[in-house]
Each structure stands twice: as structure tokens, then as C-alpha cells.
DNA sequence: ACCTGAACACCGTTCAAGT
DNA sequence: ACCTGAACACCGTTCAAGT
């Protein structure tokens, strides 16, 4: 079976996941892969966009409520969010690597800014608020890691607070 | 002159902005200080601790107000961080790091915490508000450098709003 | 106590050459 | 078109040995 973007990038969700993101080194995806090394610059511009596209796979899954209200619409997104990104090894960090290098190639960020625009709530609301449900839910990992738990696959309640909090502060500006 | 902590920051600080964290290596540390690699391991323990004390230093001469209203504080800190951070080059990824690694470490972050608590505002608010803030920073920074001008070193007025929204969808909740 | 030399086990990326 | 081999220019960290 020969190489792809895909299948790198299956390669390299494995490996964030078992192994943790100073693992996944392009060397040795490629290791894992059975390849060498340089194959993989035939198929991924450089390690930076490997990561990016690994962020995109991890928020697609998400739907984002297009109809209901703004407040709804932020509700459900910072669920989805979080279950999509907590069982996650290092998910956060991934995703703001790629909110900093490449924020237009994240559909999940350009549905938030659209909802913010049209409620006519400032457009960085939409980075604020995700970047709020990052360390959220980083916060949670690291916690869960420390004291040998799993993170709560469901969003713990403190976060859909603290979520809602920074969303009631925009829409009351 | 010997080899001491301090100099060693002052070189890393110096580093870091002159060439950015990617540039900011152990080995490019010792070769600017002209001693070997292995020499810098008797005064710091690893490199994350080395950044640890160089978010530390950055955060140093901010005066969190005791006295003042919450709503005050949390004005005034936010104000400062954004003077203090906004000229120095990846300051918020650098911050970033030592919040995750050793938050207790960050005066900074227990002074805000206090605060929280004192005003019956759920703890985890301190650490979403700093994020709050070295995301629009880092934002402000890399919109700085890609349209070629400096970052203002004041904190623009979208900055102030942001943060004292998220601040008052705390205290309202 | 403080530092060097040298090693260990790695990195990301490029590119001529092969198939 | 797709991949290998080999190189280039680096990393962080450790530790016996020297002063």
C-alpha cells in the first residue's frame, strides 16, 4: 500500500495519542511508516502543516448550529469542542499551533466568526472564545494526568461556566 | 566574569529578542556566553526551566493593586501584562509554557487567583483571563509583524474591551 | 565548585539519483 | 510520480575528567 497525506496523517494521530507530541517527529513517523524520512516532504509541505492538518481532523467532526441563537450556537460548539478534543492526548497545544499559523483553514473558526459578525459581537470574540476553551480543557487534562484520572468525556460543568461567562461578557458589550 | 542564573537569562532574554524563541537553543545560549553546552546545566536544571524563569522575569515588574475594586484589579493587571508583553517577541508562547509547567511559580497568577477568590469568583477565572490576554497579545504581535509595523504599545482599545468582557462574564456569573 | 570534552540519541529538511 | 540514500546543519542532556 503505498504512501499518502491520509495515511500519514493516520500514522501521526496514532502517535500523538500513544505516544504524546514530543514523539511525533517526522523521523519517526516515517520509522513507523517504513519509509525514509525525505517521502514524507512529498506528500506534506513541512512539519508545521502536517500539525495543521491534524487540527482540522480533530474539529471536524464538530456541527455547527447555524439557526439557532447566538448564545445556543456557543453553547453547543464549546460542547462539542470539548468532547471532540479532551480524550485527546495534547489536542490543545495542536490546535493552537494551528490557530497561529494557519486560523482560515480552521472551519470551526470560520463558523465561530460568522456567528460573532452576525450578532454583531467583535470578531475576536471567536479566537477569545476558543483559545478560553483550550486552556479549559488542557487545565483538564493535566489535572486528570497528575492525580492518574481520566479527563471527563463529558464537559464538566465549571467549564460550560466559565465558557458561557466569557460569551455573556462579549454579548453584553 | 563567571558563568551565574542572571547571566544566563540576560542572554536568553536577549536572544529571544533578537532572534525569537526558535534561535533561543541551549547550544546557541552557550556559544553567545562562549562556554560548552553541558556548562549551563549546573546553573539551570533543563531548558523549560530556563524559559519558566524567563516568563517569570518578563511578568517581574507588574504591581497587582491589593486594594483596589475587582473589576480595578483586573483592569489594571490586564493593562500591564499588555505593556510588559506586547514589545518582547513570542513573550505569550513563552508565558504559555511556564502556566502550564509550574503556574504556581508565576506571581503573577497567584495574585489574580487571590483576587478571584476574594471576590467569590470561581478560581479557574485567573488563569482563563491571563489566557485571554496572551492570546490578543500574540494576535496583536503577528498582525504587527505581517503588516510590517510595531505592535502598539499601548493596549489598543479592542484589547481593553475583550478583557473586561470576559472579566465581567465572571463577576455577573 | 565550576567547567570542558566528548559522547549519546536524537531532530527537520533538502536533493541528486534511482525506479 | 514517488521514493531512497545520504548528507547538512542542527538539537537537549549527561557525565567522567580536569582545574
Redesign the pocket.
Known amino acids: 500500500m503505498?504512501?499518502s497525506r491520509e495515511k500519514i496523517l493516520d500514522t501521526a494521530f496514532t502517535l500523538l495519542t500513544q505516544y504524546g507530541l514530543a514523539?511525533l517527529?517526522?523521523?519517526?513517523l516515517a520509522s513507523e511508516l517504513?519509509?525514509?524520512?525525505?517521502?514524507l516532504?512529498?506528500?506534506v509541505k513541512?512539519?508545521?502543516e502536517l500539525l495543521t492538518h491534524l487540527a482540522s481532523r480533530m474539529l471536524a467532526p464538530i456541527e455547527f448550529p447555524q439557526d439557532a441563537s447566538t448564545a445556543a450556537a456557543l453553547t453547543s460548539a464549546a460542547d462539542q469542542v470539548y468532547r471532540q478534543l479532551a480524550g485527546i492526548r495534547e489536542s490543545a497545544e495542536v490546535v493552537r499551533l494551528a490557530v497561529a499559523l494557519h486560523p482560515e483553514r480552521l472551519e470551526l473558526l470560520s463558523a465561530l466568526t460568522i456567528t460573532c459578525h452576525k450578532a454583531q459581537v467583535p470578531q475576536l470574540a471567536a479566537k477569545t472564545l476558543l483559545h478560553s476553551m483550550l486552556s479549559f480543557i488542557e487545565e483538564e487534562q493535566t489535572r486528570a494526568t497528575s492525580t492518574g484520572t481520566e479527563a471527563a468525556t463529558q464537559p464538566p460543568a465549571s467549564y460550560c461556566d466559565a465558557i458561557s461567562a466569557v460569551a455573556r461578557g462579549f454579548l453584553a458589550a
Open positions: 503505498a504512501l514523539d517527529s517526522m523521523r519517526r517504513e519509509v525514509a524520512p525525505g517521502a516532504y512529498y506528500h513541512n512539519k508545521q
